[in-house]
């Protein structure tokens, strides 16, 4: 079974400048996560979507940060425009079904984002 | 606010020996406890989980412990191999909710 695909592996952008993720997570997956894991500490939780529909979005700061996952499979998270303190890595993950607590999520390796 | 707490950076064993990661929280609402494992440029991966109805899970070398009335889970890895060194996360979600957070994580070494 191939994992969750995430591009790019890294970015490095000036601040203002925007950028964009994507992340295909595993076939028949229907919960996909996008993660925010800041340098020493633990991955904080963006937006989650079931299928192409959000279901928690209340810590992604929309005045910058969107995402969208049409047709239900892939996602793109956007950062526009890009502040120093967005530095940090993006994780995706995705889930069999939601409540997918027992079996744990499978996450991508990530991209790291530099904003300088 | 951090409703999940791993409070040691770091820790170091000796391979054979036992590694305890330890893990607190604070919101009585949660229901699933997760660790996961993650190496340098890679994303976590899936370890073990535990839920509340019960205080002991096993899978081979790890075990995770809860102990619900202390709001506290811990690992058990034995016995630890160098293969096991990684930074290692607890997680926390509520019933039926997919709101995981995790801790700030734990960087195991084992050496040889």
């Known amino acids: 079974e191939a994992g969750v695909a995430q591009s790019p592996r890294y970015k490095i952008i000036e601040k203002r400048q925007s950028v964009a993720f994507w992340c295909n997570p595993i076939?028949?997956?229907?919960?996909l996560y996008w993660y925010q894991q800041i340098l020493g500490q633990g991955p904080k939780l963006l937006i989650q979507?079931?299928?192409?529909?959000?279901?928690?979005d209340s810590q992604l700061p929309k005045d910058r940060f969107s995402a969208e996952r049409l047709k239900g499979v892939d996602s793109t998270l956007k950062i526009q425009p890009a502040k120093l303190e967005d530095s940090a890595v993006y994780l995706c993950?995705?889930?069999?079904?939601?409540?997918?607590?027992?079996?744990?999520?499978?996450f991508g390796s990530g991209t790291r984002l530099t904003v300088v | 606010d951090q409703q999940v707490k791993q409070n040691s950076p770091s820790l170091s064993v000796q391979e054979g020996r036992i590694s305890i990661l330890n893990c607190d929280y604070t919101?009585?609402?949660?229901?699933?406890f997760l660790w996961y494992k993650k190496y340098p440029a890679e994303g976590p991966t899936f370890l073990i989980s535990?839920?509340?109805?019960?205080d002991k899970n096993e899978d081979g070398r790890f075990t995770v412990f809860l102990n619900k009335s202390a709001k506290h889970l811990s690992l058990h890895i034995v016995p630890s191999q160098p293969g096991d060194s990684a930074v290692y996360f607890c997680?926390?979600?509520?019933?039926?909710?997919?709101?995981?957070?995790f801790g700030a994580g734990t960087r195991l070494t084992v050496k040889p």
């Open positions: 993950a995705s889930s069999l079904e939601l409540g997918g607590s027992n079996y744990g999520y499978t």
């Open positions: 076939s028949g997956h229907a919960t």
């Open positions: 979507f079931q299928n192409n529909g959000v279901v928690d």
């Open positions: 919101n009585s609402m949660f229901d699933y």
């Open positions: 535990i839920s509340s109805i019960k």
């Open positions: 997680a926390a979600s509520p019933h039926n909710n997919n709101d995981m957070r």
